[in-house]
């Protein structure tokens, strides 16, 4: 059974320092997504990450993936507060189109 | 038009109602998507059509029931929903790939009396 583990699962942080939220997976997948929801709102489709190494950036956050440590790792640059936020990952199951696993969040409250 | 609008916004139902939440996009995305978020917890993935072809998530339950009319439409009916079933259901639509960058709703408030 897929298990995805985010951690921290709450951050508190000052602004202009930098911080890596981490979601490790257990078993075999090659997709793994990133996204934002603020409190009470929708969410929002961070990144997509499709390959062992892929690395993408958008502006303060990063994001990359290690497959073969079942690792991703979503990096915070220099925070601002409007970067307060619940963060979640989400890992689908190889060659399971139909099952994806989202971990339990990370609430990063970013002080002004 | 790159938005995804959700209809109701809030919606209360008793447990014998038949109600349905609408979706809908123009941005000519082939994939779209419910999920179900209850309080304080993760979005879990409930439906996804692609190419208006349905992909069954196995753990839900048949009280409901998604409909995709077209490429811009999805439906959600609801028909003998129990208390735990309160959430915030959320629609989303991708390009093509059923898991490509998606783009959500506002999500319909579901109380369920």
């Known amino acids: 059974e897929l298990k995805v583990e985010q951690n921290p699962l709450f951050l508190s942080m000052q602004e202009g320092k930098n911080y890596t939220i981490y979601c490790n997976y257990s078993t075999t997948s090659d997709r793994l997504y990133w996204y934002r929801q603020d409190p009470g709102k929708s969410l929002e489709s961070l990144f997509v990450l499709l390959s062992n190494g892929a690395v993408k950036q958008e502006g303060r956050l990063m994001a990359s993936l290690d497959t073969k440590a079942r690792l991703s790792t979503l990096h915070i640059t220099a925070a601002v507060h409007d970067l307060s936020a619940t963060y979640f990952c989400a890992v689908d199951e190889a060659n399971r189109d139909d099952k994806i696993i989202f971990g339990k969040g990370t609430r990063l409250h970013i002080l002004p | ?113």
């Open chain 2, 1 to 113: 038009d790159t938005e995804v609008t959700q209809t109701p916004k809030h919606l209360v139902m008793g447990m014998t109602n038949k109600k349905s939440l609408k979706c809908e996009q123009h941005m000519g995305h082939r994939a779209m998507y419910w999920y179900k978020q209850k309080a304080k917890k993760p979005p879990e993935l409930m439906f996804v059509y692609s190419y208006e072809k349905l992909s069954i998530n196995e753990s839900v339950p048949s009280r409901f029931s998604p409909e995709c009319p077209n490429s811009s439409l999805l439906n959600l009916h609801l028909h003998a929903l129990q208390p735990e079933d309160s959430a915030l259901y959320l629609c989303a639509s991708s390009v093509g790939g059923w898991m490509e960058t998606q783009y959500f709703g506002p999500g319909t408030r579901l109380l369920v009396l």
